[in-house]
């Protein structure tokens, strides 16, 4: 393991954004492997929020999004305890967690990739598509987990798709 020269509690936080693309009150999500609810997302490589939401989620659906709006909540920051993949176990070299940013904006399905580009394509949600945007969706956002970062997660996507719900009435 490698040793690092940087005291945990000064390492940044990586940022990064995710995306919520709402088309005829349907919300284009997927599921991850324990069945909650899953949009898009990642890092921001330094780019603007809007325009790291805007790339990241065509990257990973190879769709556009339009009208992007920053949601109203906090961004969240959660601190890494242990790696999950080897990707992460190299990004805890440089970062102390992640703090995370939520967009919406209108899914565009008017000028689709061919596919979905770069590792970025490998979003690892099944079952994506448009799905109706209601209170069971909106619960299926949270999964059994012990996990402290992915509760805080799970809460703010829950208050993230209330907002839009309530905005699309």
């Known amino acids: 393991m490698k040793l690092s020269l940087i005291n945990e509690s000064e390492k940044p936080f990586r940022n990064r954004v995710e995306v919520y693309a709402i088309k005829d009150g349907k919300l284009y999500c997927g599921k991850y492997k324990d069945g909650s609810l899953g949009v898009f997302g990642g890092g921001t490589d330094g780019e603007a929020l809007e325009e790291a939401a805007a790339r990241e989620f065509e990257e990973e659906?190879?769709?556009?999004i339009k009208n992007l709006k920053k949601a109203p909540v906090d961004p969240i920051e959660v601190i890494w305890k242990d790696a999950k993949s080897e990707k992460q176990k190299k990004r805890m070299e440089d970062y102390k967690g992640t703090r995370t940013w939520f967009y919406y904006g209108e899914f565009d399905d008017s000028n689709k990739k061919d596919k979905a580009s770069g590792d970025d394509g490998k979003h690892g949600l099944t079952d994506v598509g448009l799905k109706e945007l209601n209170d069971e969706l909106i619960k299926s956002v949270i999964s059994d987990t012990k996990?402290?970062?992915?509760?805080?997660q799970q809460k703010t996507r829950e208050k993230v798709l209330n907002h839009i719900k309530g905005i699309n009435k």
């Open 61 to 64: 659906t190879g769709y556009k």
């Open 147 to 152: 996990d402290d970062g992915i509760i805080k």
